[in-house]
């Protein structure tokens, strides 16, 4: 102590109490118990709802498939898959899917081109729109597969049932439990949709604790994938060959087709913007669509009936028989369906990227099987799958999924991550097969 009267120096007086230091930030809470447990209900409706609409759609499709490209011709005395029909057919197709963009409330959403599997909420009146251009597209030809448009509708659906009837929920959840039961419900499982969640979360720089997170929509997705697979069946398997096990060889096969495969990706990519702004200078959906027919008429007639469709069904037709064609005949039909991919998606058809881009990627894999026969065609289609959809999708976990799946084989799965790495240096921090409204790639 001091003596009284005496002072202490300035240099060294304490300073005089102040609020304390900030400290580190805290982790926000984690939600009880209780609150997940709530999750649930909304999470098995949005689960059922997703997967009935997702096959109700598909199943529609493919009866109407078979009429236009089966029934129809035979009664007609015309080849099925003959360069006449399917002149007429996609064509007619896009006559018919013009007409829905033209006339029908809502207009059938927004430009595809602009979307990806994050899809906006769209307001009731465009769904009804959206999925008859959808189940027309899938039926008449043209190389796009459901799981965009699918995906919108159901979380344009969800949103607007859920703010009806459970106006208490945030709203933000709506969308991501429909996202997740709809990939669910599309792949047949719900790891896909964990996947792409916990990606999403990860870009969005989430915080807190990821199961949490993932709680509700890992329910929609389950639920979604146990319906479908209880009401329709699906399997990814390609029953390819068995792969045997890795070698020094395998290794370096992995890592040529995977970069190759997306290399080929990348130039469709980058000729994305420039197809679409062609078409686009047509205005008008009854101009656009039906020119975007005839187009992939050409294309077909080009590349035989398998580069129709969406491509899953005919990239079974394709593994059943890995060596039945040759090594060109493999390489021109995943050329002309990645330029079937490339017009269909900038004419305005109403359609998602990842399927017909599964089957480029399995016919490059098989094309490199034929002209390197050490090549294993099971590790030739993982391989060539995984780099398309890496440049296509730009969603690491799903092409490494995807690519999993359709080679019921655990062993690739090493080389499939080692394949992963060189392509991802190829297609990062390039442009996306998406555009924002003005055209523009999304990079």
């Known amino acids: 102590m001091t003596a009284c009267g005496d002072r202490v120096p300035p240099d060294t007086a304490r300073p005089a109490a102040g609020p304390p230091a900030p400290g580190p930030p805290s982790a926000p809470a984690a939600p009880s118990a209780r609150v997940l447990l709530a999750s649930l209900l909304p999470a098995v409706a949005v689960g059922v709802l997703a997967s009935l609409l997702f096959v109700g759609v598909s199943e529609a499709a493919e009866l109407l498939q078979g009429v236009l490209w089966k029934n129809l011709p035979d009664a007609l005395g015309v080849g099925r898959y003959s360069v006449l029909w399917m002149m007429v057919m996609l064509t007619a197709t896009g006559v018919a899917v013009g007409l829905v963009v033209w006339r029908v409330p809502g207009h059938a959403g927004p430009d595809p081109a602009t979307l990806g599997l994050d899809a906006p909420v769209l307001p009731p009146r465009v769904l009804p729109g959206l999925v008859l251009a959808t189940a027309l597209m899938l039926a008449g030809g043209p190389s796009l597969g459901p799981e965009n448009p699918i995906i919108a509708v159901n979380v344009g659906l969800a949103f607007w049932l859920g703010s009806r009837f459970l106006p208490r929920a945030p709203g933000a959840i709506w969308p991501v439990l429909a996202e997740s039961a709809t990939i669910g419900a599309l792949f047949g499982t719900p790891v896909a949709a ?24 890992l329910a929609a997705a389950a639920v979604g994938a146990l319906t479908t697979t209880l009401v329709a069946h699906p399997t990814f398997d390609l029953h390819l060959p068995p792969f045997g096990g890795p070698h020094w060889g395998d290794l370096l096969a992995s890592l040529v087709v995977a970069s190759l495969a997306a290399v080929l990706g990348m130039a469709a990519v980058h000729a994305f913007p420039f197809v679409h702004g062609a078409f686009r200078r047509l205005r008008h959906p009854m101009l656009m669509l039906p020119a975007g027919g005839v187009v992939l008429g050409l294309l077909g007639a080009l590349g035989g009936h398998l580069t129709l469709f969406k491509g899953l069904d005919e990239v079974g037709e394709l593994a059943r028989d890995p060596d039945g064609w040759t090594a060109g ?115």
């Open 329 to 443: 005949q493999f390489l021109t039909m995943a050329v002309v369906k990645l330029a079937a991919l490339l017009v269909a998606a900038s004419s305005g058809f109403r359609g998602g990227r990842i399927f017909p881009a599964v089957f480029v990627g399995a016919s490059f894999g098989l094309a490199a099987h034929q002209l390197v026969p050490a090549v294993d065609p099971s590790l030739g289609v993982a391989c060539g799958v995984l780099g398309m959809l890496l440049a296509v999708t730009r969603q690491g976990w799903v092409s490494l999924f995807t690519a999993a799946v359709l080679v019921d084989s655990p062993a690739i799965l090493a080389l499939l991550c080692f394949a992963s790495l060189p392509a991802w240096l190829l297609v990062t921090g390039r442009p996306q097969m998406q555009l924002h409204d003005d055209g523009s790639p999304v990079v």
């Open 194 to 217: 964990a996947l792409v969640i916990s990606e999403a979360l990860a870009g969005r720089g989430a915080k807190g604790r990821l199961w949490d997170s993932l709680f509700a929509p």
